[in-house]
C-alpha cells in the first residue's frame, strides 16, 4: 500500500529511477528524452490553452487555471485502465497475472524478455525472503536504507524547488504575462 502510494505522489517516476539496472542502453535514452519530451509538451498545452482564454474578460484567469482540470482529469480516466506493474502483481503473490501484464507489455517472443521477467521474479522473491522478519515497521526504510533515504530527499527537494520558484503559476499565466510585457513594449 505504501508503495502504491509513494508511486501515485512521487514526482519522480518509479520507472525513471530505476533506468540503469531495468533497461539497456539504447532504450534508457529513448525513455529519459520522452519523458522529458512530454514535460516540454505538456508546458506548450498549458501555454496555448492559456492564450485561449487571455481576451477573457471577465475571470479569464479561473478559466487558465480551471483547464488544467481537462488534462489531468483525462490522465486519471487513463490510470483506472492501465495495468499494475508486473513487479507489483508479483510482491502482491499474482504470479500469473504478472506474467499476463508483462506479456501484453513486453511479450515472450525474445529469450531477453523472458530472461527479464525470471530474475525479476527471482529478485521479488529474494526482497520478501529478506523482508518477512522485518514486515512491522516497512516504513523504517525510508530512513534506514540509504538508497530509499537518497530518494526521498532529492524527490522532496524537486517538489519544494518547482514550488518555491513557482514555475506552476508562472506556466498558467504565461500567455497574459507575454500579452502584457507586449503591450508595455509595443
Known sequence: ???????????????????????KGKYRGNLVSLYQ????????????????????????????LGSSLVFST??????????????????????????????????????????????MKHAVEE?????????????LDFFTVPRARRSIVYANTMVFLGQFTGINAIMYYMATLMNQVSTAFF
Open 37 to 64: 519530451f512530454n514535460i516540454a509538451l505538456g508546458e506548450v498545452f498549458g501555454y496555448v490553452v492559456a492564450a485561449i482564454f487571455v481576451n477573457v474578460k471577465s475571470g479569464g484567469w479561473r478559466y487558465m
Open 1 to 23: 500500500m505504501l508503495q502504491s502510494l509513494w508511486q501515485v505522489r512521487s514526482p519522480i517516476p518509479p520507472l525513471l529511477c530505476s533506468l540503469p539496472k531495468r533497461f
Open 74 to 119: 483525462i490522465m486519471l480516466v487513463g490510470m483506472v485502465f492501465m495495468p499494475e506493474s508486473p513487479r507489483y502483481l508479483m510482491h502482491k503473490g499474482n504470479p500469473l497475472e504478472s506474467l499476463e501484464v508483462w506479456k501484453r507489455i513486453r511479450g515472450l517472443a525474445l529469450p531477453e524478455n523472458r530472461k527479464e521477467f525470471f530474475v
Open 127 to 139: 526482497e520478501h525472503l529478506s523482508t518477512v522478519s522485518r514486515k512491522k515497521y516497512v516504513w
